[in-house]
């Protein structure tokens, strides 16, 4: 059969974890030729050929080419068993792998040993290299014969194990690096294209030496050997990792699993059954629907399954006797890269997919817990707030001497209840403005959409009374929509208490300017007050949680925690709360800056408003 | 002059006491309800000439027991002044626009919200002197 193809190398192949039992695949001899002749008989075939494959099991035991050499004594001793551990599956895997052998042929189909070794190398740690080295040793030593040749591809496939894990564990993310749809992209090209150079070239230049491959025939013993290689890490490989971390696990009724799992089985089945001649190629892309389904339905894992069970119909296809004439390695290798290639990209796409999820069910996730949040503070305002008004006015009740007369002392006492009662009063204002009662009218021009000049505009009205009272003028300068995606509840917040803040620090007589203005990409309200100003040193206390600025001779008004509350709402909209002043006695201007959500949306045009639209203090 | 008559409907029992008894100290006529359907049977009964009205309450809520008000034009347009711990401007906005309450008194209040509150809106409404039944409103 085919010279040149056939000649050395080792097949990938096959599904099912490796070391999961031998699907009684009709296996064969050992592996395939070594290159050198062709295959004059089938002894000959098995020796040479399977060093090749073998080889890159696991060599490295020299010269640590990795981390693994324990350093002292007692840590050889203690690594021994699982050295030995390690060895035995190498070895286990490798007949296990050796027994794909196509009928009639000297390639060696599946070669589920290299994937599995890398898995473990990466699960583990790259010191399985040296049981791999052994393992292999232990197996090719009796058929191959030549100690050197032997200890060569081992050592290859060993470095590779070695060399390919650390690097996944070290730069990819070790059993996560599958995770994302980047990850999978990198691994596909690191650890299947790139770090599978190194058993092929170690395997095929040993046997070269050897005179087991001669000159003509090294590129493409050296092609089939790597290819062999690239499908094993990208099937079995990345099978083993998808299936060695917590994924995002469908929550699909088991009745529907049961019948996606009847569907899924239908393509291997036709694959591995269906008598069509040279059809395996064809059959295998009726796989590809199902891999997109399995990526986008059910996650890595069911696609790595179905990738596996995939490869081992087409293996069997050609395994089957009545199919031996078809067993052409060209078209199985094709067969194999095809379905590693829709594996690596059914992979990408279910991490794609799955980012997706997680992100809505993390946003969801925040939701729930803002929601809980403010139901919380609802409550606490609500129930911190009903029994205080009854402490407040009896205490009043009390200082007017409504039970009698008090001692000075007495009423001093009654005071400091008074004045605790206040305190924590305003910490209740504080805490509120979130929504509950919702009596009819909202803002919101959409669910996530309002308009910033209405809002301003209704808080600024609310304030006119308390203004009054304080002898200051609110003026709103604003007009048109400034439309901003925005909670409108929690906006209002915001604005409530700038403007109060800028009406209790204004001084009679003075005059709080808000100004709503929008360019398109941001909006913004600026309440100025003619009030008594800040210092920079203030300014960059203000917004901290409990701040005590407070101008010299005057009350402090607050919890302290108004303008640190603001600034966290402004911000969870992605939007910034700044304060400038030139200084004391000279006012001091909050500015609230909110993105607009679509900046390049045409219908809401920036209005830089230039008409003034008095809100005169009411009487 | 009368009295004023005020109606209170509060299901906090410290709360309502507290309030009645400023009230009647400081001349007012103040009558309690623990919740709203009490409430609405007062004012079926006899007309007040201001309401403070709980929002958060069991059985009917404020928003309900105003409707309600609003709906039965027997009774006039007797100012509802809503009290609530709960509810930002935006809530206090709707309140004041959209269901005709009178004003919006947020817990905790002391002696002097309360008096504020109750006499602004006393004063922007007319005397009361004719029966509330055909007032014709102002």
Request: glycine content about 10%; hydrophobic content about 45%.
């Given at each position: 059969?085919n010279?040149?193809?056939?000649?050395d190398?080792?097949?990938?192949g096959?599904?099912?974890?490796?070391e999961?039992?031998?699907?009684?695949l009709?296996?064969?001899g050992?592996?395939r030729?070594?290159a050198g002749e062709?295959?004059p008989d089938?002894?000959?075939?098995?020796?040479a050929a399977?060093?090749?494959?073998r080889?890159?099991a696991?060599a490295h035991?020299?010269?640590?080419h990795?981390?693994?050499s324990?350093?002292r004594a007692?840590?050889?001793l203690g690594?021994l068993?699982?050295?030995?551990?390690?060895?035995?599956?190498?070895?286990?895997?490798?007949?296990?792998?050796?027994?794909?052998t196509l009928?009639?042929?000297?390639v060696?189909?599946v070669?589920?040993?290299?994937g599995?070794m890398?898995?473990?190398?990466?699960l583990?740690?790259?010191?399985?290299?040296?049981?791999?080295f052994?393992g292999?040793?232990?197996l090719?030593?009796?058929?191959?014969g030549?100690?050197?040749?032997?200890?060569?591809?081992a050592?290859?496939?060993?470095l590779?194990?070695?060399v390919?894990?650390f690097?996944?564990?070290?730069?990819?993310g070790?059993?996560?690096?599958l995770?994302?749809r980047?990850?999978?992209?990198?691994?596909?090209?690191v650890?299947g294209?790139l770090?599978?150079?190194i058993?092929a070239?170690?395997?095929?230049?040993?046997l070269?030496?050897a005179?087991m491959?001669p000159g003509?025939?090294?590129l493409?013993s050296?092609?089939?050997?790597?290819a062999a290689d690239?499908?094993?890490?990208?099937?079995f490989t990345?099978?083993?990792l998808?299936?060695?971390?917590?994924?995002?696990?469908?929550?699909?009724?088991?009745?529907?699993?049961?019948?996606?799992?009847?569907?899924?089985?239908v393509v291997?089945?036709?694959?591995?059954?269906?008598?069509?001649?040279?059809?395996t190629?064809a059959?295998?892309l009726?796989g590809?629907p199902m891999i997109?389904?399995?990526?986008?339905r059910?996650g890595?894992?069911?696609?790595?399954?179905?990738?596996l069970?995939?490869?081992?119909?087409?293996?069997?296809?050609?395994?089957?006797?009545?199919n031996a004439?078809?067993?052409?390695?060209g078209?199985?290798?094709?067969a194999?890269?095809?379905?590693?290639?829709?594996?690596v990209f059914?992979?990408?796409?279910a991490?794609?997919?799955?980012?997706e999820?997680r992100q809505?069910?993390e946003?969801?996730?925040?939701?729930?817990t803002?929601?809980?949040?403010?139901?919380?503070?609802?409550f606490?305002?609500?129930?911190i707030?009903?029994?205080?008004?009854?402490?407040l006015?009896?205490a009043?009740a009390?200082?007017?001497?409504?039970?009698g007369?008090?001692?000075?002392k007495?009423?001093?006492?009654?005071a400091?209840?008074e004045?605790?009662?206040?305190?924590?009063?305003?910490l209740?204002?504080?805490?509120?403005g979130?929504?509950v009662?919702?009596p009819g009218?909202?803002?919101s021009i959409?669910?996530?959409?309002i308009?910033l000049?209405?809002?301003?505009?209704?808080?600024a009205?609310s304030y006119v009374?308390?203004?009054a009272?304080?002898?200051?003028?609110i003026e709103?300068?604003?007009?048109?929509?400034?439309?901003?995606?925005?909670?409108?509840?929690r906006i209002?917040?915001v604005?409530?208490?700038l403007?109060?803040?800028a009406i209790?620090?204004s001084?009679p007589g003075?005059?709080?300017?808000?100004e709503?203005?929008?360019?398109?990409?941001?909006s913004?309200?600026?309440v100025?007050?003619?009030?008594?100003g800040l210092t920079e040193?203030?300014?960059?206390?203000?917004?901290?949680p409990?701040?005590k600025?407070?101008p010299?001779?005057?009350?402090?008004?607050?919890?302290?925690l108004?303008?640190?509350?603001s600034r966290e709402i402004v911000?969870?909209h992605g939007?910034r709360?700044?304060c400038?002043s030139?200084?004391?006695?000279?006012?001091?201007?909050?500015?609230?800056?909110?993105p607009t959500?679509?900046?390049?949306?045409?219908?809401?045009?920036p209005?830089?408003?230039?008409?003034?639209?008095?809100?005169?203090?009411?009487? | 002059?009368?009295p004023?008559r005020?109606y209170v409907a509060?299901?906090?029992p410290e709360l309502?006491?507290?309030?009645l008894a400023l009230?009647?100290?400081?001349g007012?006529e103040a009558?309690?309800?623990?919740d709203?359907?009490?409430?609405?049977d007062l004012?079926?009964r006899?007309?007040p000439?201001?309401?403070?009205?709980?929002?958060?309450?069991?059985?009917?809520?404020?928003w309900e027991?105003?409707?309600?008000?609003r709906e039965?034009?027997?009774?006039?347009n007797v100012?509802?002044?809503?009290?609530?711990a709960q509810?930002?401007?935006?809530?206090?906005?709707?309140?004041?626009?959209?269901?005709?309450?009178a004003?919006?008194?947020?817990?905790?209040?002391?002696?002097?919200?309360?008096f504020?509150?109750?006499?602004g809106?006393l004063?922007?409404?007319r005397?009361r002197?004719?029966?509330?039944r055909e007032?014709t409103?102002?």
């Amino acid at each position: 059969m085919n010279p040149d193809l056939a000649s050395d190398r080792p097949r990938p192949g096959t599904p099912g974890v490796p070391e999961s039992g031998p699907s009684g695949l009709p296996a064969q001899g050992p592996s395939r030729a070594p290159a050198g002749e062709r295959a004059p008989d089938k002894e000959a075939r098995d020796r040479a050929a399977g060093p090749h494959r073998r080889a890159q099991a696991a060599a490295h035991r020299p010269g640590g080419h990795l981390d693994a050499s324990p350093r002292r004594a007692s840590r050889v001793l203690g690594a021994l068993p699982w050295t030995l551990a390690a060895a035995a599956v190498a070895y286990a895997s490798d007949w296990f792998s050796m027994q794909f052998t196509l009928p009639g042929s000297v390639v060696s189909l599946v070669y589920p040993q290299m994937g599995l070794m890398v898995a473990l190398g990466i699960l583990v740690g790259p010191w399985v290299a040296v049981g791999a080295f052994l393992g292999e040793m232990a197996l090719w030593l009796p058929v191959v014969g030549a100690p050197w040749v032997v200890a060569g591809f081992a050592l290859a496939g060993a470095l590779q194990v070695a060399v390919v894990s650390f690097v996944v564990r070290r730069f990819l993310g070790g059993r996560d690096a599958l995770g994302t749809r980047l990850g999978v992209v990198r691994f596909a090209a690191v650890a299947g294209l790139l770090g599978t150079v190194i058993s092929a070239t170690g395997g095929v230049g040993t046997l070269h030496l050897a005179g087991m491959i001669p000159g003509p025939e090294v590129l493409m013993s050296w092609l089939a050997w790597w290819a062999a290689d690239v499908v094993s890490v990208l099937l079995f490989t990345s099978s083993i990792l998808v299936w060695s971390r917590p994924s995002w696990a469908p929550s699909a009724p088991a009745r529907e699993r049961a019948v996606v799992a009847i569907l899924f089985a239908v393509v291997p089945l036709a694959l591995l059954l269906v008598p069509l001649p040279h059809s395996t190629f064809a059959l295998t892309l009726l796989g590809l629907p199902m891999i997109v389904w399995a990526a986008f339905r059910y996650g890595s894992r069911s696609v790595a399954m179905l990738g596996l069970a995939l490869a081992l119909a087409a293996f069997g296809r050609f395994a089957l006797p009545q199919n031996a004439a078809d067993a052409d390695v060209g078209a199985l290798l094709e067969a194999q890269t095809f379905i590693a290639l829709a594996v690596v990209f059914g992979l990408t796409a279910a991490a794609a997919f799955a980012r997706e999820r997680r992100q809505l069910t993390e946003a969801s996730a925040l939701r729930a817990t803002n929601e809980t949040r403010d139901r919380f503070v609802r409550f606490l305002a609500h129930e911190i707030g009903n029994p205080l008004t009854p402490i407040l006015l009896q205490a009043d009740a009390l200082r007017k001497g409504r039970a009698g007369d008090l001692t000075p002392k007495q009423d001093a006492m009654v005071a400091s209840i008074e004045r605790s009662a206040l305190r924590l009063g305003n910490l209740v204002k504080d805490l509120r403005g979130v929504e509950v009662l919702q009596p009819g009218e909202s803002f919101s021009i959409d669910p996530t959409h309002i308009d910033l000049v209405q809002v301003t505009s209704v808080v600024a009205k609310s304030y006119v009374e308390e203004a009054a009272r304080a002898d200051v003028r609110i003026e709103l300068v604003g007009e048109g929509h400034a439309r901003t995606a925005a909670d409108p509840n929690r906006i209002a917040q915001v604005l409530s208490n700038l403007v109060n803040n800028a009406i209790k620090y204004s001084l009679p007589g003075g005059t709080v300017r808000i100004e709503v203005r929008t360019d398109g990409a941001q909006s913004a309200v600026a309440v100025r007050d003619e009030g008594c100003g800040l210092t920079e040193d203030q300014i960059a206390h203000l917004f901290k949680p409990f701040a005590k600025v407070h101008p010299p001779g005057t009350q402090r008004h607050g919890s302290g925690l108004g303008l640190h509350i603001s600034r966290e709402i402004v911000e969870g909209h992605g939007g910034r709360l700044e304060c400038r002043s030139d200084g004391p006695g000279r006012g001091s201007t909050f500015t609230m800056v909110l993105p607009t959500g679509r900046p390049a949306r045409p219908q809401s045009p920036p209005r830089t408003p230039e008409g003034v639209t008095d809100v005169p203090p009411a009487a | 002059m009368n009295p004023k008559r005020v109606y209170v409907a509060d299901d906090e029992p410290e709360l309502l006491a507290a309030t009645l008894a400023l009230l009647n100290a400081y001349g007012y006529e103040a009558v309690g309800a623990p919740d709203g359907a009490a409430l609405l049977d007062l004012v079926r009964r006899r007309p007040p000439d201001v309401i403070l009205l709980d929002i958060l309450m069991p059985g009917p809520n404020g928003w309900e027991v105003q409707r309600r008000l609003r709906e039965d034009t027997s009774l006039g347009n007797v100012p509802v002044i809503a009290i609530s711990a709960q509810g930002g401007k935006s809530v206090e906005a709707s309140a004041l626009n959209t269901l005709g309450f009178a004003a919006f008194l947020r817990k905790p209040f002391g002696t002097e919200d309360l008096f504020a509150t109750l006499e602004g809106v006393l004063q922007e409404t007319r005397p009361r002197d004719a029966p509330p039944r055909e007032a014709t409103t102002g």
